[in-house]
């Protein structure tokens, strides 16, 4: 039931822009990615609902297809503190609260 | 605006004692999960409670509890320790079925 997240990690110059995957072998009714920091607290980024819907916060993107149960986000023109590893937390049915995490990808941006 | 608090911060423990971790969350928010986060892998729902009712219960044992007061603070119990249950434990606090906010955490040492 674990989302699969791909790739398991990548290095990137800054400036360079990187897509990471989230795929579920399940309906999903919404997405939820975050960013952790070693030693620090998962931050939220973006939440996506069924629908299909794409959201934005200012370089970082995502998107949502419910019909192949996959959402991507997409980091770009990254900045060295994108560096860190990225959570999906995927929702399977609607309003239960709780979220099932796929393993992370680890980013790493390079000046 | 204060965000979700955890206490303890750190905390060791010896097999088969009892441990309490508590959580504080934001103001407004009525609903608070817990999970589990072993180093290298995403987070591991535990526990959701809303207006002091449990929502939701992920897979773990029932040496695992937890309880939510009338002012939304939480606990979560576990019994029993295990080295296995060293983890770093996550509470997140939402106003229900939106975006959750993690706090710090507990980082957990069993030995």
């Known amino acids: 039931q674990q989302p699969v997240q791909s790739p398991q990690a990548v290095i990137l110059r800054e400036g360079e822009d990187a897509v990471i995957n989230c795929s579920s072998s399940?309906?999903?009714?919404?997405v939820h990615w975050y960013r952790q920091k070693h030693g620090e607290a998962p931050v939220f980024l973006m939440i996506l609902l069924k629908g299909g819907e794409q959201k934005g916060h200012e370089k970082i993107s995502a998107s949502f297809n419910e019909k192949k149960q996959q959402s991507s986000l997409y980091l770009t023109a990254s900045q060295l503190s994108y560096s860190g590893t990225y959570f999906c937390g995927t929702e399977i049915a609607g309003n239960t609260g709780k979220l099932i995490f796929g393993q992370g990808t680890t980013l790493q941006v390079k000046p | 605006d204060a965000g979700v608090t955890q206490s303890p911060t750190h905390l060791i423990k010896t097999r088969g004692q009892h441990v309490t971790l508590r959580c504080s969350p934001i103001?407004?928010?009525?609903?608070v999960s817990w999970y589990q986060q072993v180093l290298g892998q995403g987070p591991q729902f535990i526990f959701q409670y809303y207006e002091k009712e449990e929502r939701g219960r992920g897979n773990f044992p029932d040496r695992f509890s937890a309880r939510q007061f009338p002012n939304y603070s939480s606990e979560l119990n576990v019994n029993a320790l295990l080295l296995g249950d060293s983890a770093l434990y996550l509470c997140a606090s939402s106003l229900l079925y939106t975006e959750a906010f993690f706090g710090q955490g507990t980082r957990l040492t069993v030995v």
């Open positions: 399940k309906a999903l009714y919404s």
């Open positions: 103001s407004g928010h009525k609903s």
